[in-house]
């Protein structure tokens, strides 16, 4: 599907979608739990599907209705297929983790984008807990011979995936010794590390953690059945954020200021870009304004390079991302999406390994290859409604985390032509 976004004034209201990283995390202490859990005010998109299916497919009821889903979770039993994760990652690792106390053998297999994403840092940590699990060159397919988790003690590197830590610490109270993990390198992403700990605590286990977030201590416990409630997800409303930093103003519900996910930074940026913004308990307004260039860290908040992207890309002056990265292991390379994207549309643009730098330049129509990947097609209408006539390619990729947000973006004024 393609989508050919025209000049536009934006203005108006919408409601953040829930968050698609607490919905899985809901449903993954909520499997863990013995008995029914509710999760109230999920996300459903493609990835939380993902999740849903392959919960589903080891013996865990899950009833869902628009506002609650149902889960039964404790009695795991054995697939009789494959466990397919699609092109959720996180679905992927944390299942890898699962699968470790799932009686039999599970073969977690993965879309085409998710198969070329790293899960051997994982495979390797679980192993040193005692697992029987296998990956080639450190990619999916994974297989996991599970039924008994020993723990002890794992090392595994932080500034890969923090997904990773998250596997680890989802399936630690449930080892026989506890579990110690040690990260060999610093923790990228610690907010969301920091969520998984929330969400576990909403469930009834207490996990220690080193003030640096580089060393944890899991005793053995037991999850309990909960009533879990999904915040709004500040990732995919960053880019509503961002529109009403260039248009006539826009107002975001459903976003909790105290939220504990990493992209709640989008608002900093915003204010150190010369945007309005307003805060509320639960709605944030943003106006627009002239923006200036922005120089900022992103390794906390890595989903956010393209959005901020696109905002430097109307500003004035150079702005400078580093941290960056990770940003090449997510459903595309992002920094080289987010480079061939700019450029096309006559935005000067120096690449680095871990730097991007881009320069606010005259704007001008182009063909915006998505790479199959929701954050750039979303990022790349916002430039849209400035441009005009700007096509994204496999729009339909916004599917995987926000399924409304084509419609939404018409709603609030948004001029668009959707073709397939």
Not at 155 to 160: C, K, N, S, T
Not at 285 to 298: F, I, N, P, T
Not at 341 to 361: C, D, F, P, Q
């Amino acid at each position: 599907m393609k989508v050919t976004v025209e000049r536009s004034e934006i203005r108006g209201r919408m409601i953040a979608p829930p968050s698609k990283s607490y919905t899985i995390r809901g449903l993954m202490c909520a499997a863990l739990a013995c008995g029914e859990s509710q999760i109230t005010r999920p996300l459903w998109a493609d990835d939380t599907e993902a999740a849903a299916r392959v919960l589903g497919n080891i013996g865990v009821g899950v009833e869902r209705t628009k506002e609650h889903w149902r889960v039964n979770g404790g009695d795991f039993k054995s697939p009789v297929a494959d466990l397919y994760c699609g092109d959720s990652a996180a679905t992927l690792r944390f299942m890898t983790a699962i699968g470790s106390i799932v009686p039999g053998r599970c073969r977690l297999t993965a879309g085409a984008s998710l198969a070329r994403r790293p899960v051997g840092p994982l495979v390797t940590a679980l192993q040193q807990l005692g697992v029987d699990c296998s990956s080639k060159d450190g990619l999916a397919p994974v297989l996991v011979n599970g039924g008994r988790l020993r723990g002890g003690e794992a090392e595994l590197p932080g500034d890969v995936s923090s997904q990773f830590v998250s596997a680890l610490l989802l399936v630690s109270p449930l080892a026989e010794e506890g579990m110690r993990i040690r990260l060999t390198s610093p923790l990228e992403s610690k907010p969301y590390v920091s969520m998984t700990l929330d969400c576990m605590a909403k469930f009834g286990v207490k996990a220690e953690s080193s003030v640096k977030m580089d060393n944890f201590y899991i005793s053995k416990q037991a999850y309990h059945p909960a009533s879990y409630e999904v915040g709004g997800d500040w990732s995919s409303a960053a880019c509503f954020l961002a529109l009403g930093a260039v248009s006539g103003g826009m107002e975001v519900e459903n976003l909790s200021p105290q939220s504990l996910q990493s992209d709640r930074v989008m608002l900093e940026f915003l204010r150190r870009m010369g945007a309005e913004v307003d805060v509320f308990p639960n709605t944030i307004k943003v106006k627009g304004s002239k923006l200036k260039a922005l120089r900022a860290d992103l390794s906390d908040s890595i989903d956010l390079l393209p959005t901020v992207a696109v905002l430097a890309a109307v500003a004035e002056g150079t702005s400078e991302f580093e941290g960056i990265g990770r940003a090449r292991l997510k459903e595309s390379d992002r920094v080289a999406a987010v480079r061939e994207g700019l450029e096309r549309m006559g935005v000067k643009v120096a690449e680095e390994k871990n730097r991007l730098s881009i320069t606010g330049s005259k704007l001008k129509s182009a063909a915006i290859d998505s790479h199959d990947d929701h954050r750039i097609a979303m990022a790349f209408s916002v430039l849209g409604t400035l441009a005009g006539n700007t096509v994204i390619n496999g729009a339909e990729c916004v599917n995987k985390t926000f399924p409304e947000f084509w419609a939404i973006l018409r709603n609030i004024g948004g001029r668009l032509k959707i073709n397939g």
